[in-house]
């Protein structure tokens, strides 16, 4: 699954990346193991113990990684608000209406003003769908290569294809599973 976000049949353009779920830092790793260093890198990861070890990370490696690189305490979504959520669960931290926590959550296009993705990377445990809602703006001016994870709910297969058209007509879109089970199903998405 390292090469998941990577794939080498997919020609995709890694330099302004943004990470959303970015957990302990697994897919920056991986950016740089792939594709080197980057112009710049902006993540996204609202579950505190995932973000504490996501700065561990990048403070031990910046160099590596970006010539410029963020991290945001927050969560990406359809609006800037708050929301409870269940944390503490390494990679099932999610969005929940039964968590615990509160958490900011942010829309990219509010977060992200006059940034120009290349690259837009969620695996955000069912919460992709208003996250592209709140970054609709940016994906549909600047067009960045897309990585989403289509396997927390059944319909996100087709779904995730038919909102992404609308908001850019010019993707073309690839499948990709990572596991043997649709656990770890991408769907990749780029201009042609």
Known sequence: MEKQYFPDDIIMNYSRFINCGAYNGDTIRNLVKYKGKQESVVCFEPDLINYSKLIKYIN????DI???????????YSKTTQIFFSSGNNTNSKISANGKDLIQTVKLDDALINYSPTFIQMDIEGAEIEAIKGGSILISTYKPDLAICVYHSAEHIWEFPLMLNKLNPDY?????????????????????
């Open 66 to 76: 970006a010539d410029a690189i963020f991290a945001y305490p927050c969560g990406v």
């Open 172 to 192: 073309k879109f690839y499948l990709r599973n990572y596991t043997v089970y649709i656990s770890e199903t991408v769907l990749y998405a780029r201009s042609e």
């Open 60 to 63: 031990n490696n910046k160099k």
